[in-house]
Every structure is written in C-alpha cells, then in structure tokens.
C-alpha cells in the first residue's frame, strides 16, 4: 500500500466519524443538520465534509484572533531604564519584576540599560526591585495600564570610606532613599584607636560635623544653628559646585562636588565661618536650580531648615533676582508649629462640615 492510499484511507476514516456524529446530532440532539447544512451542500455536488472540515479552521482561526486580541488588551509591555549615579546606561543588572507581590519574571538590561517584560496583566501593583554591588537596593512600585509603561530606575552608589589615620576624622552622612539627609540617627562604632565602643547622632545636615563644629547633638537641630551663626560672621559670595541629576522621574541633587569642596578647604584650614557661608549659598543655588530647571514660575519655602535666618534670605533675594516669585513664612513658623495649626484648622473645618451636615439632616427630617 503506498502513501497516497494511506491518506486516503484516514480521509474516508475521518469522514466516516464526520457522518457518524452529524448523525448523532440529527437523532439524538434533534438538531436538523441535515436539511440545514449537510443536503444543501452536497445536493451542489460538493462534499460536505470538506466544507465543514474548512469551516472548522476557519473557525479556529477565528477564535484565536479574538483570544489574541483579547490577551493582548488585558496585558501590556513595562520597560525599566537602569541609570547609575551619574545618568549613565548600566548593563547586565538584575532586575526582578513582581506583579501583586508575586514574582513575575526576571531580566538583564542590555547595552543599553533596558530591561523589558512583555505581557504583564493591566490593573496590578507591579514592583520593580533591583539590587547590585555597589549601590543601593532600588524599589518603585507603580500600577499597570493599558500600553507600553517606561520607567527609570536610578541607582545610587554606596560610599566607600577608607580607613582613617591617627590625625583624621570620618564623617558618616546617612540618606534616605530620595538621597535626602537624615538627622537624628544613632551610629554606633568601634574605636580601633582608643579600643573602645563609641556612639553618635547624625545632625541635621552632616556638614557641622565635617568642619568640626559638632559631632554629638545635645539637642535636635543644635549643629545646623551653629553652622547658621558661624556663617552669619562671614557673609561671602563665595559657593561650591554642585550638579542636577535630571531623568524622566525626578531631578536629584548631586552632594558629592559639594562635600568635596568642604573637605578640600578643611584641608586647607579655611575658616569655618566662609566654609558655612559658602554652603548655605550652595543650598540657596540649589533651590534656584531645580526651580528653574522645571520652570517654575512661584516657589514655596517651607519646612524647619527656613527657620534658618541666612539660608531664608539668600533662597529669597536669589529667586527673586531670576523672576522668581518666592513665597515664605510671615507669621507662623516652617517647622512643626505651623504642622500643628494646620491640624487645628482641618479639624475646624471638620467639625463645621459635620455641624452643617446635622443642620441639613434636621431641616429635611
């Protein structure tokens, strides 16, 4: 028997069932395939079985399109760029994408510091984590949507401080994730000099420390006033350089040239009071820079680092001479007692909602 006569011989097998089951369905499902389908075709002359067997691809083409299509709208595509400190491309990182809470799928990014996850479910929380050598665990978390979703992951590098000598100090700068200073930190450690135990707090902005005019708080925000005071003996012009780290998520402030020049004239023996003058007109260029690098036209200068006198007023006259309408406290104060006002004065306006509210349910009722 050749092949031609094995093919034909599943062909008829195949037919036979076809026929057996349109049988079935006329006799025991009572439906008249028959007179409907089955006769109208073959009284053409043409075999009904092949038309159906083409029906049936069709069919099956059919619905996988419309599945396809479906999938397609329910699912979407994220692309995560991974930046180093410096806005440079990072290749061959890591990056683990998880989709309510579960791991989804992992991923290199490439030459080009892009790792891209196709077919992520739309209407999740999906969390991007990435962790390297080298610099700090990185998590963002966001929800999907329908289309492409870009997001930059930048990452910040851990610094290395080297060992000292018997004639230096180290200052330890803690940061939170924003790369924002973190005041009130208890660091302890081991003195290998003295062979003791040591313990210290972080200031408010690690930079009193590094000129040497605290190192251990009595009170929270004592170094940043004494940093205020000293500049105020040395008002300059005088600043250091600084650089804006710009991405598609976030500008951030790049402290290392500013750390830099402040250890450079500690070296120096430059005095302390140009040193806190100089950095407090650092803070001030910084406030003029990110404002006009995202164009605005009105900038609000509020918190407890403008309850410092110099800082306020050099933020004011610098935005002021650029076209910049700056807005500052005038009768309540920055820090945590203009907080408590505004507590009180929401909770007014609570209970005066909730007193109208009862009013109008009375006039109803």
């Not at 290749?91 to 309510?100: E, F, H, R």
């Not at 790792?115 to 050598?133: M, N, Q, S």
Request: proline content about 4%; aromatic content about 10%; glycine content about 8%.
């Amino acid at each position: 028997m050749g092949v031609l006569d094995s093919l034909k011989d599943i062909y008829f097998s195949i037919e036979d069932r076809y026929y057996a089951f349109m049988d079935y369905l006329e006799e025991k499902v009572h439906i008249p395939v028959y007179n409907f389908f089955v006769n109208p075709i073959e009284d053409s002359g043409i075999p009904s079985f092949p038309f159906a067997l083409l029906l049936f691809f069709v069919l099956l083409g059919a619905g996988f399109y419309a599945y396809m299509a479906y999938f397609a709208a329910s699912s979407t595509s994220v692309q995560i760029s991974v930046l180093g400190a410096n806005n440079e491309a990072l290749s061959g990182v890591t990056v683990t994408l998880l989709v309510d809470g579960e791991e989804f799928n992992v991923s290199a990014s490439d030459e080009n510091g892009v790792a891209l996850f196709e077919g992520v479910p739309v209407g999740k929380t999906a969390t991007v984590k990435i962790e390297r050598d080298g610099f700090e665990p990185f998590a963002k978390s966001f929800s999907t949507t329908t289309g492409p979703f870009e997001t930059v992951a930048s990452l910040q590098s851990i610094a290395v401080i080297e060992p000292p000598s018997k004639e230096e100090k180290v200052s330890v700068k803690v940061l939170d994730e924003n790369g924002v200073p973190l005041g009130g930190v208890s660091i302890s450690y081991f003195d290998s000099i003295s062979g003791e135990a040591k313990h210290a707090t972080t200031d408010s902005d690690g930079v009193a420390s590094l000129v040497g005019l605290r190192q251990v708080l009595a009170f929270e925000g004592q170094a940043a006033m004494e940093l205020e005071f000293a500049a105020a003996n040395n008002m300059a012009d005088e600043r250091y350089d600084f650089e804006l780290l710009k991405s598609a998520a976030a500008i951030v402030i790049n402290w290392t040239p500013i750390i830099e020049g402040i250890l450079a004239d500690v070296r120096k023996g430059i005095p302390v009071s140009l040193i806190s003058s100089k950095f407090h007109n650092t803070l001030a260029q910084t406030i003029l820079g990110v404002a006009r690098e995202t164009d605005q036209s009105r900038v609000v200068l509020t918190g407890g680092c403008f309850q410092n006198k110099y800082l306020t007023e050099q933020a004011v006259n610098l935005l002021t001479q650029h076209g910049i309408r700056p807005y500052w406290h005038q009768r309540i104060p920055p820090n945590d007692g203009g907080i408590a006002l505004g507590q009180i004065y929401a909770l007014e306006r609570m209970a005066k909602k909730t007193h109208d509210k009862l009013q109008e349910a009375e006039v109803i009722g």
